[in-house]
């Protein structure tokens, strides 16, 4: 099976933009979280999707959405950057069952300049 | 002070070293997963746990669920086994809305030939 794909791998914005990534999970996974790494804070849950429903979130801004289409690729979207934004994004698929295995994505690495 | 804490934050081996990197944690857990990242930033899953010990090649992981305190092992160690290791754990229910994974800091190894 093919492994988590993030596209893109590396994106430079402005303060003030937004953007999208993009994430495909493992065929037959329903379930795809998503995870900001940064320097200080280290990784931190930003949200998961099941079944194109937001099942639970992290405490981050509302300007951190996302959301899951039919066929399980699921999207983030920041709005309004901010220089804090800089970080590695990944996301990881699962089946979405206990036990809940994660097969983490290479990452998107955003700079927001 | 952080739920998650690991030790040592940095070690350096050289090869054919024994290698134990350990995860002690201030919450009640559902799961304890032992991450992997290499340079880069793409991270393996190497064990998930609830109970005892499991084994993977020349990895191995504990946990005291008393103790809330889990090991990783890496016997006969190699230069490819450089990477920062994770520690991560699953709340129970009750915070899993909005921390699906609590990280620690991880743990820097680098073994030299």
């Known amino acids: 099976k093919a492994g988590v794909t993030q596209t893109p791998r590396y994106l430079i914005k402005t303060r003030g933009q937004q953007v999208t990534l993009s994430c495909s999970p493992i065929s037959g996974h329903r379930s795809v979280s998503w995870y900001q790494q940064t320097p200080g804070q280290g990784l931190q849950f930003l949200f998961e999707y099941f079944s194109e429903t937001q099942r639970n979130k992290g405490n981050f801004p509302g300007r951190f959405s996302g959301r899951q289409f039919s066929n399980s690729r699921s999207e983030m979207n920041v709005s309004t950057l901010e220089l804090g934004d800089s970080a590695l994004y990944l996301c990881?698929?699962?089946?979405?069952?206990?036990?809940?295995?994660?097969?983490f994505g290479p990452g998107t690495r955003l700079t927001v300049l | 002070k952080n739920e998650v804490e690991q030790s040592p934050q940095n070690l350096t081996a050289q090869e054919g070293e024994f290698i134990t990197i350990n995860c002690s944690y201030s919450?009640?857990?559902?799961?304890l997963h032992w991450l992997q990242q290499h340079p880069g930033g793409g991270i393996v899953s190497l064990f998930m746990?609830?109970?005892g010990k499991k084994k993977h090649g020349r990895l191995i992981a504990t946990i005291n669920i008393q103790e809330k305190h889990s090991s990783l092992h890496i016997t006969a160690s190699h230069p490819r086994d450089s990477a920062v290791y994770i520690c991560?754990?699953?709340?129970?229910?009750?915070?899993?809305?909005?921390?699906?994974?609590?990280f620690g800091t991880g743990t820097r190894l680098q073994v030299f030939p």
């Open positions: 746990l609830s109970s």
């Open positions: 919450v009640g857990i559902s799961a």
């Open positions: 991560a754990v699953r709340p129970p229910e009750a915070r899993y809305n909005t921390d699906k994974l609590i």
């Open positions: 990881a698929s699962s089946l979405g069952v206990v036990p809940d295995t994660q097969y």
